[in-house]
């Protein structure tokens, strides 16, 4: 069971590596080109093999079970980011497919949470406590909202090419969950006295920083598609 454990560990680790080397290239590379597919589907299959390498991990090495659901909140942003390609090229609207996402998107939130309110009330107050709180709330929030746009197209936050806006978020959102992933597996911060919240900035700083990266590149394309229209 070691060695098989010790596979998948493997495994796990080069699939996130391979997700933060190769996922930079579909962000410089030119948008609908052969090289940002190719190099997107390969970032999109090895967050898939991080996530279920997870499972693998916390079921029987005995990973942190927060692991698992960091896992699970990073694949489900690769995942609608790209089924938001898919149905623009197929031509269909939501699909039960995207229903089952969402609600086991909004089961893990719910899980986060109730884990993280659980140690509250047992008086433990530790980063994992704090994230459960963090990445619970933002799950939910991104789950919840694409179900009801998913009932209700006309609720999108994007009304002009939807599809473009919310596959750059969610993609960019998976990156910086890869990226976050590698810094904080790198962090040593030792004995210091500040290392709860040396921590916490290691866990949410990438976040903060990328989300604010995405809303300027979002901004730059309503921007330039507007100035086309107008045009």
């Not at 990073?74 to 031509?91: A, C």
Request: aromatic share 16%; proline share 3%.
């Amino acid at each position: 069971m070691n060695t098989l454990n010790n596979l998948f560990l493997i495994i796990h680790i080069v699939a996130g590596f391979t997700a933060l080397t190769v996922g930079v290239v579909p962000m410089l590379a030119k948008k609908g080109g052969r090289l940002h597919i190719l190099t997107g589907l390969v970032f999109y299959y090895a967050m898939a093999v991080v996530c279920a390498s997870a499972f693998w991990l916390v079921a029987f090495k005995g990973s942190a079970l927060f692991l698992l659901f960091i896992a699970i909140f990073s694949f489900y942003s690769t995942f609608s980011g790209r089924r938001e390609i898919l149905r623009k090229r197929l031509k269909v609207p939501s699909e039960r497919t995207d229903y089952v996402a969402a609600a086991l998107a909004l089961a893990a939130s719910v899980g986060m949470l109730g884990l993280g309110l659980y140690q509250v009330l047992k008086g433990t107050l530790s980063v994992p406590t704090v994230l459960y709180f963090v990445f619970g709330v933002f799950l939910f929030t991104q789950a919840r909202y694409d179900w009801r746009r998913y009932l209700q197209p006309e609720r999108s936050k994007y009304p002009v090419q939807s599809w473009f806006y919310h596959h750059i978020t969610r993609m960019g959102g998976a990156y910086i969950a890869a990226f976050t992933a590698f810094v904080v597996v790198n962090a040593r911060f030792g004995a210091s006295p500040y290392a709860f919240w040396l921590s916490l900035a290691a866990w949410i700083g990438p976040g903060v920083v990328g989300g604010m990266v995405i809303g300027r590149t979002v901004r730059h394309y309503l921007l330039k598609m507007k100035v086309a229209k107008q045009s």
